[in-house]
């Protein structure tokens, strides 16, 4: 998600490398907002999606569709901050067969009951960086093969903790932090360079296997994927021409890349008109006003979408992370083979 500005007032976070690529610079709020501490929060912000700034004190989903292998991906923004905050409550809750954390900023494998109990067969890549970016997919399905590089990247340390590929019988997945295009779009060269080598390797998977691609695909894809669209145009990280072109090419390839298939942005396909986000800045009081990015995401190969049986947001799941989980549940012979 796109960088916050520098400010003295807000310590959460230095204004450096070392902080999260996703703190979004909301545009239209210069001032925070004062509530009273008599005054209720509305329950809905104006978009439609929950106001809370905190877990729920019980969280508990529907049972997963018959026949469906389950997949949530969370940018849980520091596993060590998160699990602080309550994030072991949703996954046992949530109950995933597959999980993908993005931007877990661990410097070493974690040695956890928990997750390793839950799942088997983890695989994490970790940035060369201390404390930054970090990428994991936790899985109960043991993988065909496993890989963490982009290939053909010019720059492998660049990437290293924010791609992992998990080959199924059925399918790959593909999990990603995508790289950020800075805060004053300084490192959105960068940007580009990861865009062309992960279209063309994505690109070459499904031409093996259909792909899921999941996590913090770090783009609004459109304007209805961000609160403020027209404030922070060809200005912001993650909505550039630069960047919803790119997304917008892997989805419809154009003429020119003859015999590419085509992705689907599964949420969007299901949810046309819901102006619902995965990311709210911690900054002037957002989440109440319902002032957020679409930024984490499933996208499948087309021929993929007909299996895919249920696509969430699950939007009350904020307080452990300044983003929210999106769960998908597809036909379970896609990982299984059964």
Known sequence: MPPKKKTNAVKRKAAS??????EATVQSASKKTKVSRDSLEPAFATNGQPTNKVLPVHISFPPRIAGTVRLSTWNICSLAS???KGFKFYVEAEDPDILVLTETKVNEVPVDPFL??????????????????GTAVLSKH????????????PDPSSVKGRIVTVEFPGCYIVATYVTNAGQGLKTLKEKNTWNEHFTT???DLDKKKPVIWMGDLN??????????????WNKTPGYTKDETEAFQN????PESAAGVGKFVDVWRQNHPEDKHYTYFSYRFNCRTKGLGWRLDM????????EKVKMCEIRSDIYGASDHVPVVMEIESDIVTGN
């Open 250 to 253: 892997i989805l419809d390839p």
């Open 201 to 203: 390797y994505i690109r």
């Open 17 to 22: 490398e070392s902080q999260s690529d996703n």
């Open 82 to 84: 998160a699990s602080k």
């Open 116 to 133: 390793t109990t839950r799942f088997p067969h983890c695989t994490w890549a970790i940035s060369s960086k201390k404390t930054y970016s």
């Open 219 to 232: 783009v609004a894809p459109t304007a209805i994927d961000l609160a403020n669209p027209k404030s922070n």
């Open 142 to 153: 043991k993988p065909l093969s496993v890989d963490t590089k982009l290939p053909g990247h």
């Open 298 to 305: 499933f996208v499948v190969s087309e021929r993929l979408v």
